[in-house]
């Protein structure tokens, strides 16, 4: 069954057969409403493809955004009463949710790539094309700046300065700005994005100014979130990556790889936007837990 027809169902289900008040119900459809996004990020149309895989990844997408773990575990429990309906009625062959436990994600620890995988998902598209040419910049970028996949897809040229070799993102939401180091690697790219891949792409549309975006495609307008969530997946596939990739995880590994290498916990915090630094602290957890992994593999006494 489509998603969203099954939210439709349920919120019509908690306001008629439970006689929920529509305060709470409002409440339920906006929690829902964003599940529903990240399911179509994920490129997930129906209830009965969504695993716990799923849920996990959504849940902890919400914490690193800097959601409290108590909001975090509301939301879950929406999402839980959602899928118990659906098995009640049938439309489901199994909970997903029956596997997924809310005190975990106070201290959920992320998955990473290794370096080794970074570099392979970076050598995934095919330079010869615009389009792939695009998408290598792009991943260039977010390894190097550790973006949130919405603040990459809406940078503008005029958040880029190629000579201070830094970026300008707007924190709308808190209405500030923060400035992120772009890397000699992402400079190089987007120079010769710039100059000449990005208005090719624009040529049928008025050329190199008929945007103010960055990152465009052949119609003239920026590529959208969904369009990178699908990019970023397809190009974890080619580079042969047994995890699942998406812009988060790319995120997630660049924070860590700087711990990893003696980085300060607040530069990470302000590159990252966090506006709690107990959000990033979780990736002190990460690159411990690399380094003894590493340690245990490598040394001979280990």
Known sequence: MNIERAIDEYLQHLEDDRNLSSNTVSAYSTDLGQFVQHCQDEEIGVVEAIT?????EFMGALLERGLKSRTA????STVRGFFEYLDQEDWIESDPTESVE???????VPSVLSLDEVESLLDAPDHSTLEGHRDWVMLEVLYATGLRVTELVELKLSDIDINGGYITVSDEEN???RIVPLGDAAIEAVQEYIENTRSALLEKHGGAGASPYLFVTRRGGPI???GFWKNIKRYGEIADIDKSISPHKVRHSFATHLLERGADLRIVQNLLGHS????TEIYTHVAQARLKSMYEEHHPRA
């Open 276 to 279: 709690d630094i107990t959000t």
């Open 73 to 76: 575990s509301r939301k879950l």
């Open 175 to 177: 209405d500030e700005q």
């Open 102 to 108: 809310a005190p975990r994600y106070g201290r959920r």
């Open 52 to 56: 716990s895989s799923d849920i996990d």
């Open 224 to 226: 959208t979130r969904q």
